[in-house]
Nanobody
Framework: QVQLVESGGGLVQAGGSLRLSCAAS????????MGWFRRAPGKEREFVAA????????WYADSVKGRFTISTDNAKNIVYLQMNSLKPDDTAVYYC???????????????WGQGTQVTVSS
């Protein structure tokens, strides 16, 4: 089992920044890909970013490329999502996810956090 706990969400003005954290515990060595997804009000959950810590390879949704950065602190088992130049369209609940295997943008991940709310005001 793997447990994921997100933190760092909040209210920010457009153009501002936030950094989300995801603390992983349990059998984290079995997880090879860490990802972030989000669900905006009235919309389906969508892929945001993912990373394979062992190779440092990353993948981003087009909507966040150049503004968001995913990174990991492998020693602490923490995954970060640095979000800059935030827009009102980025308002959503953000979820951390983990899976065995390669990066995918579909939501077939094995473990999920409870989510953290990000609200961007205009």
């Amino acid at each position: 089992q793997v447990q994921l706990v997100e933190s760092g969400g909040g209210l920010v003005q457009a153009g501002g920044s936030l950094r989300l954290s995801c603390a992983a515990s349990g059998r984290t060595s079995s997880m090879s890909t860490m990802g972030w997804f989000r669900r905006a009000p009235g919309k389906e959950r969508e892929f945001v970013a993912a990373m394979r810590p062992i190779t440092s390879s990353t993948w981003y949704a087009d909507s966040v490329k150049g503004r968001f950065t995913i990174s990991t602190d492998n020693a602490k088992n923490i995954v970060y999502l640095q979000m800059n130049s935030l827009k009102p369209d980025d308002t959503a609940v953000y979820y951390c996810a983990a899976r065995r295997g390669v990066i995918i943008t579909q939501d077939q991940y094995d473990y999920w956090g409870q989510g953290t709310q990000v609200t961007v005001s205009s």
